[in-house]
């Protein structure tokens, strides 16, 4: 009833498994060790169906239950995403240590959640240093994070791709297709120091650009929301509006309103 880890890492065939059906008689995952060493060799997407009846070791503690909502598992990079029946995605667990984390920007083709409790046990055993993301800066803006659920609030350099060739993102201009910056979007980007809004956002959520380096930023008077917290207290911040708009909460400059130009 019992699918060990060893059952996949000790097979050689796990270098080139893409998908993995779970028979009926098993009900749980992994043993008392590491979910992570399960899938431990393998090489590319590997794809679990058949999980009604299935028990995650080591995953459950973090408030993620296989249920008749879930069809698949789906492992990459060292990473954790649940399929759901309405073709939905979730990314529930980072499932190893490491320095360098590579996330994609895309599962499948789909976009998918950042799961709260993807990356908690940073919060246990350190930092990383590197993330590396492997889709487009409109996907990152994309993810609807949670508290806590950004995984830059456990890393210190952020990375994207031009051509294969990874930069480390220090400036940021906001696509034209994202009109709403959601909450902790680019919190804890240490080293970004440049971002520019395009006259089409309106609104800008709380902790959106805190604990970041940005040393200004000018905002269109498209914005007409901004909720507390959304910049750090050492921006200085240019608006096109000549008075602080209603929609904007107090305390959205953080707590140094002499930074504010108006």
Known sequence: KILASSAIKNNIGAKSLYSLVIPQTVTTLGDNTNLYSLFNGCYYVCEVYNLSSVELTNVNKFAYHTSNESSSLIYYNNLLFVKYNDDTYELIKYLYY????????????????????????????????????????????NFEFTTNSNPMMRATHFFMYNNGVAYEVTSVTIPESITIIGPSQFASFEYL?????????????SGSFNNSRIEEVYIPASVTKITRGAFSSTTRIYCEAESKPEGWANGWCGSNENLVVW
């Open 193 to 205: 120091t440049s971002i520019t809004l395009h006259s089409k956002v309106t609104t800008i959520y």
């Open 98 to 141: 490491s320095d360098d984390v590579y996330l994609p920007g895309k599962i499948n083709g789909s976009n998918y959640k950042m799961g709260v409790n993807a990356f908690t046990d940073y919060t246990i055993f350190g930092h990383f240093k590197n993330l590396y993301f492997e889709g487009t800066l409109e996907d990152w803006c």
